[in-house]
């Protein structure tokens, strides 16, 4: 199955600042997607990025707020912009295996908004 | 309501017993059926799935689920400390693009 590295692994920002999140994969994937989680709660998808074209949000989520890059098969970031204390969590992005529907997920980035 | 509730724990056990893990859910569209485990300050790590109603077994690890009563279950048997961490189970309703959704997670402790 796919490894990803995703960076940072952890970050603690100032509200009002904004943070990039970096995803690469050791292979290329059509579907990348961007998940956050936070303490307690289940895993809540926020987006799905495509190559090539714009990204799908979920309901919740704007591209204003999470934009997000798809350069190729094999790369994705995501911004959380103009962050307060509530976007504090963790935010982990995933592929499908197997093209059947379980995902394998990077590390996580864990954001701890001041 | 959740789609998908799973037992919240913790969970704490002496290492050699057996551990069950379950979820149940609302929406009967759902087909997929897939337990994680996710470490401490790690990304969760799919661990099993199965299509259906219908168990699955993998070494120490069994996946059940029922789909008449909506409930599915994962059984981890001579549990070992190194089995401590959180379970999620997931589901989905077809394989084009959707997405799965998630229980909250069970938190299982196994003590030496």
């Known amino acids: 199955s796919a490894v990803i590295s995703q960076k940072p692994s952890r970050d603690i920002c100032q509200r009002g600042t904004s943070l990039t999140i970096q995803c690469q994969v050791d292979?290329?994937?059509?579907?990348m997607f961007w998940y956050r989680q936070q303490p307690g709660q289940s895993l809540t998808l926020i987006a799905t990025?495509?190559?090539?074209?714009?990204?799908?949000?979920e309901s919740g989520f704007v591209i204003d707020k999470f934009p997000i890059s798809r350069p190729n098969l094999t790369f994705s970031t995501l911004t959380v912009s103009n962050m307060s204390p509530e976007d504090s969590s963790i935010y982990l992005c995933?592929?499908?295996?197997?093209?059947?529907?379980?995902?394998?997920f990077g590390s996580g980035t864990r954001l701890t908004v001041v | 309501q959740k789609e998908v509730e799973q037992d919240p724990g913790p969970l704490s056990v002496p290492e050699g017993a057996i551990v069950s893990l379950n979820c149940t859910y609302s929406?009967?569209?759902?087909?997929?059926f897939m337990w994680y485990r996710q470490y401490s300050r790690k990304g969760p790590e799919l661990l099993m799935y199965t299509y259906s109603s219908g168990n699955k077994e993998d070494g120490r690890f069994t996946a059940q689920v029922d789909k008449s009563s909506k409930y599915i279950s994962l059984f981890i048997r001579d549990s070992q400390p190194s089995d401590s961490a959180t379970y999620l189970c997931a589901m989905r309703v077809n394989t084009n693009a959707g997405k799965s959704t998630f229980g909250d997670g069970t938190t299982l402790t196994v003590k030496p």
């Open positions: 990025a495509n190559q090539g074209s714009e990204a799908t949000y």
């Open positions: 292979s290329q994937v059509t579907m």
């Open positions: 929406n009967s569209a759902f087909q997929y």
């Open positions: 995933s592929v499908e295996v197997l093209g059947w529907g379980g995902y394998t």
